[in-house]
């Protein structure tokens, strides 16, 4: 086959039919594995529902069973707990002369007009 034949594009040729066929594989293709990839995710959740779950399902049964019988309840905290509850809910007044807490009855140290901003060096200070 030469190069002439494969570049020259003529209507109705092979070469639109080749890539037509391609295109058409191609779809198939991408068809086929998304029928796969959806079917094997359709398995498993159908596995995990119908079987995994029964299972999980019937074990709980299993152990309820196997441990039946009467518990005893201390009613004497029962009642405590109970009685908590309510006093939880119960709304609580706020009364109206609350103390201030960042008030601690220190008077603040202002600055007179009699004390100086001004700093003096002792003799010791100032031969250093």
Known sequence: MSITKIFTKKPGGKKEK???KAI???TITM???AILFISIFGSAYFAYNNIYLTLVN???IFL???KLGAENVDIKAYEEAV???KSKKQKTEIPANL???FDYG???IMPTSTTSTTLELTPAEKTN
């Open 31 to 33: 068809s086929v594995m």
């Open 106 to 108: 220190i008077e603040p």
């Open 83 to 85: 009685e908590a509850i």
């Open 99 to 101: 103390r201030n807490i």
């Open 64 to 66: 309820l069973e196997s």
């Open 18 to 20: 080749k890539m037509s």
């Open 58 to 60: 019937a074990h709980s």
């Open 24 to 26: 058409i594989w191609r």
